[in-house]
């Protein structure tokens, strides 16, 4: 049996205790916030690609930290591995600007939140709302594994 892969990175970038989400939109599907991030192009390391992306889609400039999760998940037929990194805050302005023609249909808003305005969201992965805090205060002191979430 053939199955199609995908191999992506994600910055998780938190500034003055929020973390910066994306709200995203797909056809057939609820619009729902998530940590920027997408796939990796050719020979580009995951910590490149998640520093690309967050610029890309956001305007905010990023130094990655350390890998945080190791998230797998299938859609639309693929096998996704996304690799979410810590990510340090260094320069930018928060702006949907730097989207590409494609993604002006799918990225709609930006912005940082705090732990509390999560609960009022729908988010991916859902340990944004409760683990990812804790293991934020904790300092990530260990990869963790995220499993076929729906």
């Not at 305007?59 to 797998?72: N, T």
């Not at 805050?89 to 732990?115: C, M, P, T, V, W």
């Not at 999560?118 to 260990?142: E, I, K, Y």
Request: glycine fraction near 8%; charged fraction near 25%; aromatic fraction near 12%.
């Amino acid at each position: 049996m053939s199955h199609l892969h995908r191999i992506s990175a994600g910055a998780l970038v938190v500034h003055d205790h929020r973390v910066l989400l994306v709200k995203q939109r797909f056809p057939g599907r609820e619009d729902f916030w998530v940590p920027r991030g997408g796939g990796t192009g050719g020979k580009e390391s995951l910590m490149d690609c998640a520093v690309r992306e967050c610029f890309e889609e956001t305007g905010l400039k990023v130094r990655p930290v350390k890998f945080v999760y190791i998230e797998e998940f299938f859609d639309a037929g693929k096998w996704f591995c996304k690799h979410w990194i810590q990510c340090e805050l260094i320069g930018g302005k928060l702006s949907l600007e730097h989207e590409n023609a494609r993604q002006r249909d799918e990225l709609l808003d930006a912005r940082f939140f705090a732990q509390a305005e999560l609960a009022t969201v729908n988010v991916f992965p859902s340990l944004m709302r409760d683990h990812f805090w804790t293991d934020l205060a904790a300092g990530f002191t260990q990869v963790r594994h995220i499993a076929f979430e729906s």
